[in-house]
Nanobody
Framework: QVQLVESGGGLVQTGGSLRLSCKTS????????TGWYRQAPGEERVWVAA???????KYADSFKGRFTISRDSTKNMVYLQMNGLMPEDTAVYYC??????????WGQGTQVTVSS
């Protein structure tokens, strides 16, 4: 059974940092692309960053330079380090694991709120 559990969200001031964590179970990193999406109120869910099955990090252009994705295979963890946070980064952040087949798994999300 696949489970993704996010943590690390919270309230931070503009310019601050947060590190989100995603505890995974039931997946093998070399067989899944793992990553982060976010959804702001009233908006669609958008892709933020991912690590390919081979371990290559990828980023949506909007987040390059501010966000860093990483994973620890020994702990089955995926992380998202977010620096220079701005109020427009306020959203629910979701962990995702997907492969080339029909499998696409989501966590329950963690709220990030950036105050101005």
């Amino acid at each position: 059974q696949v489970q993704l559990v996010e943590s690390g969200g919270g309230l931070v001031q503009t310019g601050g940092s947060l590190r989100l964590s995603c505890k995974t179970s039931g997946i093998i990193f070399s067989r899944y692309r793992t990553g982060w999406y976010r959804q702001a109120p009233g908006e669609e869910r958008v892709w933020v960053a991912a690590i390919t099955e081979g371990g290559t990090p990828k980023y949506a252009d909007s987040f390059k330079g501010r966000f860093t994705i990483s994973r620890d295979s020994t702990k089955n963890m995926v992380y998202l380090q977010m620096n220079g946070l701005m109020p427009e980064d306020t959203a629910v952040y979701y962990c995702n694991a997907a492969n080339s087949g029909a499998f696409d798994f989501w966590g329950q999300g963690t709220q990030v709120t950036v105050s101005s």
